[in-house]
């Protein structure tokens, strides 16, 4: 809704409804699957009908990867003046990141971010020149905002997102009304079981997960219909988890859980200490360290004798 309301605004399609309201462009952000391109999708779905009828043009961005940057500024600019041309409009960058990330945190910039920094400087100036006399409005999603060069989330000067909406993690709750819509819209006429101990299981998996689980739970009552009507049981719900994997984790080799600790391994003290700081915080804490602005450590060696 507030995305919505964001958009209309910008494109001039409604009065501002309070003195805080600002006409910008608006970036989205969430993991992977999380259902950015829903919402989205969404968002100008509800302004490109009557009786608005806002032209839409979309790019999806992980195409452009690797492409030269004149190639990439090209591609943008002339949907851009496609956009100007048919406004009111909006344009809509998938996948943002791909082509102006966040840059290393090396002594000497790599070649990748030069890169990102020659595209985020353009795409900053092709967004800015949209706010002078120009019904059009911009929409971007990215996996978060530490993933985006700082050139276009500046807070000072020129800026080329202010608005950023954020989807979390799903909780408990939400995981527990999505499986029930899901499977109530695919079977209307089923038995529900409890799906308590499934909305346990998938801690972590985003909504694009819980429609593929929700598939196979389907697969498996069909399966197993009877004479009696179509019905989901908890065989059924424990047959589909059985080898469902999370998108984020397909092709990923699990290690399996050890019982061993720093507290198991005698003395070492400044060994643990280094390990924790090197390969521990990082990975626990991504988002802070992501900012830092010094040059991380990126790998321990560690040698000793056999045993």
Request: glycine share 8%; aromatic share 6%.
């Amino acid at each position: 809704e507030e995305g919505r309301t964001t958009l209309e605004y910008a494109l001039k399609l409604v009065e501002a409804q309070n003195q805080d309201m600002v006409s910008d462009n608006i970036l989205i952000t969430g993991n992977q699957g999380s259902g950015k391109s829903r919402i989205v999708e969404a968002i100008y779905s509800a302004v490109s009908g009557s009786p608005h009828h806002v032209y839409i043009s979309v790019v999806d961005c992980k195409t452009l990867k690797g492409k030269k940057a004149e190639s990439v500024g090209k591609t943008v600019a002339e949907q851009l003046a496609e956009c100007v041309y048919y406004q009111p409009a909006v344009l809509v960058l998938e996948d943002l990141h791909c082509i102006a990330g966040a840059p290393t945190h090396d002594t000497e910039p790599s070649q990748e971010s030069l890169y990102f920094l020659r595209l985020a400087t353009v795409l900053k100036e092709m967004l800015w020149t949209l706010r002078v006399g120009q019904c059009v409005g911009v929409m971007a999603t990215a996996q978060s905002r530490a993933q985006l060069h700082p050139k276009l989330l500046s807070a000072r000067g020129r800026h080329a997102f202010t608005t950023c909406l954020h989807i979390p993690a799903l909780n408990k709750d939400d995981r527990l009304c999505i499986l029930r819509e899901l499977l109530e819209a695919k079977l209307p006429s089923a038995q529900l079981p409890e799906l308590d101990d499934l909305v346990v299981k998938t801690k972590g998996c985003v909504a694009q997960d819980l429609h593929k689980l929700v598939d196979r739970i389907v697969f498996k009552a069909c399966q197993r219909q009877t004479q009696a009507g179509l019905e989901v049981g908890e065989s059924d719900l424990a047959a589909a988890y059985e080898g469902f994997v999370p998108g984020d984790l397909v092709n990923v080799p699990l290690i399996r859980h050890s019982s061993y600790s720093f507290a198991s391994v005698g003395g070492l003290g400044s060994a643990k200490q280094l390990l924790t700081e090197v390969l521990v915080w990082p990975t626990k804490y991504p988002e802070v360290f992501s900012q830092c602005p010094l040059r991380l450590e990126k790998g321990v060696l560690l040698y000793g004798a056999p045993g």
